[in-house]
């Protein structure tokens, strides 16, 4: 089955699959060999191409771990500001960034009323709860996110906007606004993106079929240079890129302190 999409991709299969020798070469000179518990090919590979088509002036990276993704960010956008936040300091044992600021406060404890929204893309890979991310970049005025932690229904440890899509999903944020209605309203693209190659069984050992998810870019290794991604496919986890309607048609958004009052956040995952 499909995965839920909105809007209209800027980004067709064939972009996708023209880009990932590019990356490939790039990847073999990444500075951490082993990123267990981090980013690997199936998902850097998208971020990389997401930052790379964007060129934005600004790049907000929210959970770096051990900073691989730090370095990819470079290599995609070299002109770019990073502001790389981690409660931990992994980083330090990893990779560092000479012109990367970096924080241990959350995403919503910073003031980023310095950077222009507009031309800023805010990458999440910090396991929150992804829907009051996106609310709270909406009355920021961001406009491009991306999710690394996109998990289905009843897997990983943070709710995500393909929970919020599902079918499954009936809780409302107030009475006779459900959360499915409310991001509809709020985003202006949403696209999940594919498996670059899909072995027989997902991370959890289950069919791929068990989960929403779109057809693989490719169903086999034709190249040399697609054997990274073959041998890193079951790190993949639903990766998206959502952009949001511009600030001023979200000016229904509501206020995150509003809801907080109204709706139990710590019931979701």
Known sequence: MKTHTIGQSQWSRDDLLNALEEFSRIYENRPIQDNEGGMKAAQMFYAWFVAKS?????????????????WMFEQAA??????????????????TSGKAKYFKKDFTKIDWSHIN????????????NALQRMIHCAQLGFQHLMFEDNYPPGKGDC???????????????????????????LID??????????????????PWSTY????????????????????????????????LKEFEKNKHC?????????FDWSSMV
């Open 54 to 70: 964007l060129q934005p002036k600004t790049i907000i990276e929210s959970g770096i771990w051990y900073g691989q993704s730090t």
């Open 78 to 95: 070299p002109d770019a500001d990073l502001f790389c936040i981690d409660p931990a300091t992994y980083y330090k044992k990893g990779y």
């Open 117 to 128: 929204p507009k031309t800023t893309f805010c990458f999440f890979d910090d396991h929150q």
């Open 159 to 185: 709710y995500s906007l393909k929970k919020a899509f599902h079918a499954s999903e009936t809780r409302t944020l107030l009475p006779g606004l459900a959360i499915r209605d409310y991001c509809e309203n």
């Open 189 to 206: 693209v949403y696209q999940e993106f594919p498996p670059i190659i899909s072995p027989e069984m997902n991370r959890w050992g289950e």
């Open 212 to 243: 929403d998810v779109d057809e693989p870019l490719t169903t086999e290794i034709q190249n040399e240079f697609q054997s990274i991604y073959a041998e890193e496919s079951e790190n993949y986890t639903w990766v998206n890129y959502v952009k």
């Open 254 to 262: 509501i206020q995150l302190s509003d809801l907080k009052k109204k």
